[in-house]
């Protein structure tokens, strides 16, 4: 096991056809500690899958370097970097059985003399005679008890024999899983993994894949679109766009306290619900005609901004259906969501037109063009400045919610 660093490291690929150069990342530096289940997350272009790629050796970083422990890796072959990759379309060899694709980077791992490759070609031959006749190769019997042992780990054992052609999706995974556990790397890198698995597969191998790490604490770097395996599988998400880390933290810092808009958009679904405001003291807010309580770090904070526009964000459990009063919101029910244990309303509010989402309770009746009135809670306001970033929190009340990163 290591921690792995990225340490300022760019990365642009040349101009093509008379385009200009495109910048993937941007001096960017990142740390990930030993053992640590790291999520990456981001648009598509931002640069997770490059990242990924950088570690592994598939590309070179055009600046900056990447550390393996205390080892920098930049300039060492793939072979030499001690990671191993599960990639999205799981890559096994088609003429190879699940035995042989789990054991393909054991027999590679080093230099062997021609009399050892001799030794070992006919201990392969030979397996299926009687013992009398089998040829014995040391390194071959230890690489056959670690398949074994992966494929026991991760429920192959009585698929060895087969080829890939002959497994489902979630078997292909669960191979290419193994191929990686097998060599026992300091880093685990995985790249959309689950995404070509259905719902159902995808919950139960997402569930193996956190239980497998656990067990084997390797450090794990884990690139995902999906917003159920970013907050349920990482110790921490690390959130890119256009090549720059927005924020790093863990997945209820970057749900509750979002460093910038971005992340207010990007993390939880749906995402933060974005309102013009305007402060109009400590604790007070205007939206509309409406005048909004606000409790909490960032109260106090707000005396010093009186007067200025900021953007306002709630998240969908912060807003309550409630009787009809002058300081609550009036809306229109848009369109509704049943989701089985909640509902998910889409509200037009009538001042402003501003379009909100709601959680209600799956009893509640309301058909669209239904009239609710939406009272906000005033802990659940997170506010941005003209430039998109968050609010700074008052030093005397930092305890109450993460330091954001200065990027």
């Known amino acids: 096991m290591a921690e792995v660093r990225f340490q300022q490291v760019s990365k642009t690929y040349p101009p093509r056809r008379g385009s200009d150069p495109v910048e993937v990342l941007q001096q960017l530096d ?8 790291l999520v990456l997350v981001g648009p598509s272009g931002c640069g997770k899958s490059t990242l990924l790629r950088l ?11 990447i550390y393996v422990g205390n080892r920098p890796v930049s300039q060492l072959r793939p072979a030499q970097r001690d990671v191993a990759m599960v990639f999205q379309s799981y890559a096994l060899y088609p003429h190879l059985t699940v ?6 980077g054991l027999r590679r791992s080093r230099n062997r003399s021609a009399l050892q490759q001799l030794q070992d070609s006919l201990h392969l031959a030979s397996r299926r005679l009687p013992r009398p006749l089998q040829v014995r190769s040391p390194r071959e019997e230890r690489i056959a008890t670690r398949i074994a042992e992966v494929a026991e780990t991760l429920e192959l054992d009585h698929l060895l024999d087969r080829l890939p052609k002959e497994l489902s999706g979630g078997q292909k995974q669960r191979v290419a899983l193994g191929r990686a556990i097998a060599r026992a790397p300091a880093v685990f890198l995985m790249d959309e993994p689950l995404s070509n698995l259905d719902a159902k597969l995808r919950t139960g191998t997402r569930t193996q894949i956190v239980e497998l790490q656990r067990r084997l604490g390797t450090t794990t770097l884990y690139v995902t679109h999906d917003q159920v395996e970013a907050m349920t599988m990482g110790h921490r998400i690390a959130v890119l766009n ?12 970057l749900y509750q306290w979002p460093a910038n808009l971005f992340v207010a958009q990007f993390i939880g679904s749906p995402p933060m619900n974005l309102l013009p405001v305007q402060v109009l003291g400590a604790g007070q807010l205007q939206l509309g005609s409406r005048r909004l309580t606000v409790e909490g770090a960032l109260a106090e904070g707000l005396a010093a901004r009186t007067g200025q526009d900021l953007t306002g964000g709630l998240r969908a459990e912060h807003f309550r259906l409630a009787p009809a009063t002058n300081r609550n919101l009036q809306a229109e029910v848009s369109h509704s969501e049943a989701l089985g244990n909640e509902q998910l309303l889409t509200c037009r509010l009538e001042e402003g037109g501003h379009l909100v989402q709601v959680r209600v309770g799956p009893e509640e009746a309301l058909p669209p063009g239904s009239t609710v009135h939406l009272d906000v809670d005033p802990r659940g306001w997170r506010l941005f400045d003209g430039a998109g970033e968050a609010l700074p929190l008052p030093p005397a009340t930092a305890g109450q919610g993460p330091l954001l990163p200065r990027l």
């Open 55 to 65: 570690l592994a050796g598939l590309e070179q970083p055009s600046g900056g370097e």
């Open 99 to 104: 035995a042989g694709n789990i054991g393909f």
């Open 30 to 37: 990142l740390q990930i500690q030993d053992g640590e289940f």
């Open 242 to 253: 256009a090549g720059r880390l927005q924020q790093l933290g863990t997945p209820m810092e």
